[in-house]
């Protein structure tokens, strides 16, 4: 496994504003996720960074709203746009490497937005 | 139907009981499977994968496979208090790129 950090950890952001949350691993890795946990549900996949283009989004979820970076294999960002209170949540980056017969996410630490 | 369902619980047994976690599939292209265990406030941490039919056993646990019956378990014996936090089942198809569907987790509650 490898040491993947997220910053902020945590932050309470005003409405109509945007938050961008870093994601970081100590070691390269082939893929990278980002995903929401909303209070009491389990986890939503926003999309999948891809290094080097755009990202993949999942049905619901759109770059203006989320936009996404991913310039090399150690480090990704998330970009919460135009937030409202419904973006309150825990927003998690998670890593997989692609290696044979393992095929395993990891999870970061995780950022818990509230939205004011 | 939804693709990867879990009883939510809470599931309560007694300190030193087995506790069994339950999970069952739709997709039965699914190969992976994963079981995370997830601390309030925390994110979810690996335990166990299976990739075959039968039982894997990793110290106190053992993930169970059955891809005729699209069900995976996870028994975890001698449960302890910290053992107490919810698990999230997970399934994932063939191919390194297909994405991982998550439950909703089982919350689990070890009584002293």
């Known amino acids: 496994s490898a040491v993947i950090s997220q910053k902020p950890s945590r932050d309470i952001c005003q409405r109509g504003t945007s938050l961008t949350i870093q994601c970081q691993v100590d070691?390269?890795?082939?893929?990278m996720f980002w995903y929401r946990q909303q209070p009491g549900q389990s986890l939503t996949l926003i999309a999948t960074?891809?290094?080097?283009?755009?990202?993949?989004?999942e049905s619901g979820f759109v770059i203006d709203k989320f936009p996404i970076s991913r310039p090399n294999l150690t480090f990704s960002t998330l970009t919460v746009s135009n937030m409202s209170p419904e973006d309150s949540s825990i927003y998690l980056c998670?890593?997989?490497?692609?290696?044979?017969?393992?095929?395993?996410?990891?999870f970061g630490p995780g950022t818990r937005l509230t939205v004011l | 139907q939804k693709e990867v369902e879990q009883n939510s619980g809470p599931l309560s047994v007694p300190e030193g009981a087995i506790a069994s976690l339950n999970c069952t599939y739709s997709d039965r292209g699914s190969q992976s499977f994963f079981w995370y265990r997830q601390y309030s406030g925390k994110s979810p941490e690996l335990i166990m994968s299976i990739y075959s039919n039968g039982d894997k056993e990793d110290g106190r646990f053992t993930a169970q496979l059955n891809k005729a019956s699209q069900y995976v378990s996870l028994l975890i014996r001698d449960s302890q208090p910290s053992d107490s936090a919810t698990y999230l089942c997970a399934v994932k198809k063939s191919g390194g790129y297909q994405k991982v569907t998550f439950g909703t987790g089982t919350k689990l509650q070890v009584i002293p």
């Open positions: 998670s890593v997989q490497w692609i290696i044979t017969s393992t095929d395993t996410q990891y």
């Open positions: 960074a891809n290094q080097g283009s755009e990202a993949t989004y």
């Open positions: 070691s390269q890795v082939t893929m």
